[in-house]
């Protein structure tokens, strides 16, 4: 079977010359001729002749010479012609009306002619009574005729048209294509068709995404019309939208114009789903979105604007949990639009919220993928530029506060930060930036992660550090929050005992003291800006008899978290065994403070009253025996 030919060959005419045709196909109904090059009607002629049963022609983006070609045994069996992009002059509108069994006629252009009149577009209306599917994008064919025209007495069954060409009609048009027609002619009032593709209203603007799917430069203008019609109306046909412009998308994956408009529409789906009562979108279409625009983020890294409309669609979503199927997709393409050079700030901040978000209530597989892709290095190459602007924002803290999520209990990550020298940025963070009490924060919240670690914790136990540590165990930076991560971060280096202590000063009962005196003076009632997946990094510290600042720093916070939320914590409490575990506290006569023990005590009451359901607000803080209280769990 012959799959193609060539017309533009010097020889073109031999062969086929001696044997009359170029294709012998008598019954062939449908051909296509795609080849831009020049033709001539006699080619075409040679062509078409065998095929006797032709219905459907298209010769789009063809260059012809006349339409002579037309004439003869077509004119008996063609009922569709598709000649967009094809230049057509006044004289070839009257071989086409020859053609009497037409139905289907696209004559859409690909830019504006100007030497087409709306007297050819009077010509094929008169000439094709079977023609119900006409297309004229992209001509000036019609006249700026507003209103509705006056039908004179013969022509009274006639149908309105503000069209001058078009009247006279005696039924409308099946389709109309007024897609980027000179002077708005999608807009006027009375146009003789049932179906019409424009910008006029939501109707026009569906029409055109559905009939030019497959023309990129119609459908990259008909994305933009959805846009504006998503952000600056009401839109009742939202979904059926969202999934053209999905498929457009899907379709075009190369196609940056398309990408870009399809991902602003997007936006405006997503940010309206559900409203003025219109179905929300279901979760096989919100994965969808995802799909398409982290597709499209990840083909288009140079372009900003792209990366923008993404960015913004993303945020819409619920993060992490809606982005999980995606979730190694989705890392790595925000991770490559920062390492771009000159990236935009909006960009870079937007980035890390992004990647905070994503590293945040994910399990720990999820943490040491995020890890392996290189997003610690990437937060630091982050840090170590805005030191060197002298900026302390929001980018900054959230590089920190994304380090501090992706280490929870993730070791390999704890070492990769210091591996790339994580504990001389913090010091010079600290130095440059001493009064900044998030940035504080989340630095002494990632030093706790790496503390936590016990072959890491030798790394810390490093005079200079320690001195640090100790310091900011005094400060009411963002209340407790910096004092109790620092506190933290020494619980865990001092657990290992006053043996493993190999600097001068600070001494060990030095901080031990000091850790004792901080934790002390913070409030019971403190809020807390802090999320705990696991109580297992604390519940570790309860056996530390050799540091008792260790053990009291890891009571309070038990007994802060179950008072000040017990809906969260006293499950999660009561799930790691953490009462059983505490219960040694109260019955050891020799090395726990009373004050600990005290501490074990409301955390006990904290759970009773949380499983008696005590309204929260109605909870005394006053100190409450019980000792002898039974503790009823499953010991298996």
């Not at 009562?277 to 140079?302: E, F, H, W």
Request: glycine residues 4%; contains cysteine; neutral net charge.
């Amino acid at each position: 079977m012959l799959r193609s030919f060539r017309t533009d060959e010097p020889e073109i005419g031999s062969p086929y010359k001696k044997r009359q045709y170029i294709i012998n196909a008598p019954n062939l109904l449908t051909l296509g001729v795609k080849k831009k090059t020049k033709h001539t009607a006699g080619l075409f002629s040679t062509l078409l002749k065998p095929m006797t049963r032709l219905q459907h022609l298209d010769l789009s983006g063809s260059v012809v010479d006349n339409f002579t070609f037309l004439l003869g045994t077509l004119q008996k069996t063609l009922v569709s012609l598709c000649l967009h992009g094809v230049k057509i002059t006044n004289a070839d509108f009257k071989i086409i009306t020859t053609l009497k069994r037409l139905k289907y006629l696209d004559i859409s252009q690909t830019e504006i002619l100007t030497d087409q009149t709306p007297d050819c577009l009077r010509i094929l209306n008169d000439g094709l009574p079977e023609l119900e599917y006409l297309d004229i994008s992209y001509t000036c064919l019609c006249d700026p005729i507003y209103g509705v025209t006056t039908i004179d007495a013969k022509n009274r069954d006639c149908i309105p048209s503000s069209i001058e060409g078009l009247r006279g009609r005696k039924k409308p048009l099946e389709f109309l294509g007024l897609f980027q027609c000179r002077n708005g002619a999608c807009q006027w009032n009375s146009i003789p068709a049932l179906r019409v593709s424009g910008d006029a209203n939501e109707s026009q603007i569906v029409t055109s995404l559905q009939i030019y799917m497959f023309r990129a430069r119609y459908l990259h203008k008909a994305l933009n019309d959805a846009y504006r019609l998503l952000r600056y109306e009401t839109c009742h046909r939202s979904q059926f939208i969202l999934k053209l412009i999905l498929d457009a998308m899907f379709m075009y994956p190369k196609s940056m114009r398309i990408q870009i408009a399809g991902s602003a529409a997007l936006f405006y789906v997503v940010r309206n789903d559900g409203q003025n009562r219109s179905p929300k979108m279901d979760s096989y279409m919100r994965r969808q979105v995802i799909r398409a625009i982290v597709t499209a983020m990840g083909n288009n890294l140079n372009e900003q604007t792209m990366l923008r409309n993404g960015c913004l669609t993303i945020c819409q979503f619920h993060i992490p949990n809606e982005v999980m199927f995606l979730y190694k997709d989705v890392v790595t393409v925000l991770l490559k639009m920062l390492r771009i050079a000159m990236l935009d700030e909006f960009l870079l901040r937007i980035g890390v919220l992004l990647l905070n978000s994503l590293a945040c209530q994910v399990e720990n597989e999820h943490k040491m993928m995020v890890g392996e892709m290189k997003a610690v290095e990437t937060m630091i190459d982050i840090i170590e530029a805005r030191l060197r602007d002298n900026s302390c924002d929001e980018v900054m803290e959230v590089s920190w506060s994304m380090m501090w999520n992706v280490t929870d209990e993730t070791p390999k990550n704890c070492e990769r930060f210091l591996d790339k020298s994580g504990m001389d940025l913090f010091l010079r963070c600290l130095k440059q930036f001493p009064d900044k009490g998030e940035l504080l924060r989340n630095m002494m919240g990632l030093l706790g992660n790496v503390a936590e670690v016990q072959n890491l914790r030798c790394k810390l136990l490093v005079g200079q550090y320690i001195k640090v540590f100790s310091q900011l165990l005094d400060s009411t930076s963002d209340g407790i929050e910096v004092s109790y991560n620092a506190c933290g971060v020494l619980a865990h280096v001092c657990s290992d005992g006053p043996t493993v202590w190999l600097i001068d000063s600070p001494t060990y009962e030095e901080i031990q003291n000091k850790m004792i005196d901080a934790i002390n003076r913070w409030p019971m009632r403190s809020k807390r800006n802090i999320n705990y997946r696991s109580f297992e990094p604390i519940l570790r510290l309860i056996p530390a008899s050799a540091s008792p600042a260790s053990q009291h720093w890891a009571c309070w916070a038990l007994a802060n978290l179950t008072r000040v939320y017990p809906e969260k914590y006293c499950p999660l409490l009561e799930k790691e065994r953490g009462l059983i575990r505490l219960q040694p506290v109260i019955n050891d006569e020799i090395a726990a403070r009373i004050d600990t023990k005290k501490l074990v005590q409301r955390v006990m009451q904290h759970h009773a009253r949380f499983n008696e359901r005590i309204p929260y607000d109605t909870w005394s803080d006053a100190e409450m025996d019980v000792s002898d209280v039974d503790i009823e769990m499953d010991t298996d």
